[in-house]
């Protein structure tokens, strides 16, 4: 491993090929009361014809790297029926999609063979992985970055084998 370990914002700017996303979490902190899941509990959502009122910085991002020419792809695994958190992801997915991701969906029943790392992951370039650690109520703890050889092949099994199974975004049901 280099001296020098790549932030986040380094692995994406610099990624060549593709940066992909495995995430197996049914919910993630969120402030029931406060913020876009509590407006989306309340009823509000996203107007397809009013990209500018989307989530910011990050779409602006992604649509920059797949312009770069970036295969960006994003894995959830899900429990099923969803959870209300999951529900909501799905909801606004339609935005990431539209900023060039793609987003597929695996029911986690069809996950049980599949040898998953213990923690969600970017994986840049077949080279990089990016850990994001949570916490059991799901706040984010942090984060690691490696290029270890064994991490990044588990990454590698692992994401394609869940993309493989997934369905696209489009064609996703919520159960």
């Known amino acids: 491993m280099p001296s020098s370990v790549p932030t986040f914002d380094e692995l994406i700017a610099n990624c060549e090929r593709s940066a992909v996303h495995l ?10 009361e406060e913020g876009p ?14 990209r500018e009122s989307w ?6 991002l992604i649509q920059e790297t797949v312009e770069r020419g970036i295969v960006v792809r994003r894995a959830r695994i899900v429990s099923e029926p969803v959870s209300e958190y999951t529900h909501f992801l799905h909801d606004g997915t339609f935005t990431n999609v539209a900023a060039g991701e793609q987003v597929r969906w695996l029911p986690r029943r069809r996950a049980s ?12 370039d077949d080279q990089w992985v990016h850990w994001n650690h949570f916490a059991g109520d799901g706040s984010w703890t942090g984060e690691e970055i490696t290029n270890a050889p064994a991490a990044v092949k588990l990454c590698t099994e692992a994401f394609e084998a869940v993309w493989s199974r997934a369905t696209p975004h489009r064609q996703y049901e919520i159960h």
């Open 23 to 32: 995430e197996m979490r049914d919910s993630y902190a969120v402030d029931y």
């Open 113 to 124: 063979d599949i040898a998953l790392p213990g923690n969600d992951f970017w994986l840049f």
């Open 55 to 60: 989530w910011r910085p990050w779409l602006d």
């Open 37 to 50: 899941f509590a407006d989306w509990r309340n009823g509000f959502r996203h107007d397809p014809d009013d």
